[in-house]
């Protein structure tokens, strides 16, 4: 799926990074202008910095 093309995503999705963190969306999302990318805020739910919040292209991570 093209996240990357996404004007949204639901909250509560999960998935692992590139770097093996474990994320959750947050349903909020960003476009941005200079490539027209879509990227979306996610909660790092499990070891070291959980609780805090990025933004991240969801391409490059897998869905769980």
């Known amino acids: 799926m093209e996240y990357s093309k996404m ?3 639901e909250p509560g999705l999960k998935f692992k990074t590139l770097t093996g963190i474990m994320v959750e969306t947050t349903g909020v999302t960003l476009l ?11 909660v790092v ?5 959980e609780g805090n919040k990025y933004l991240h292209n969801l391409d490059s ?4």
């Open 7 to 9: 004007e949204s995503t």
């Open 32 to 42: 941005v202008e200079s490539t027209e990318v879509y990227v979306h805020e996610v």
């Open 45 to 49: 739910t499990d070891g070291p910095g």
């Open 61 to 64: 991570a897998e869905p769980l």
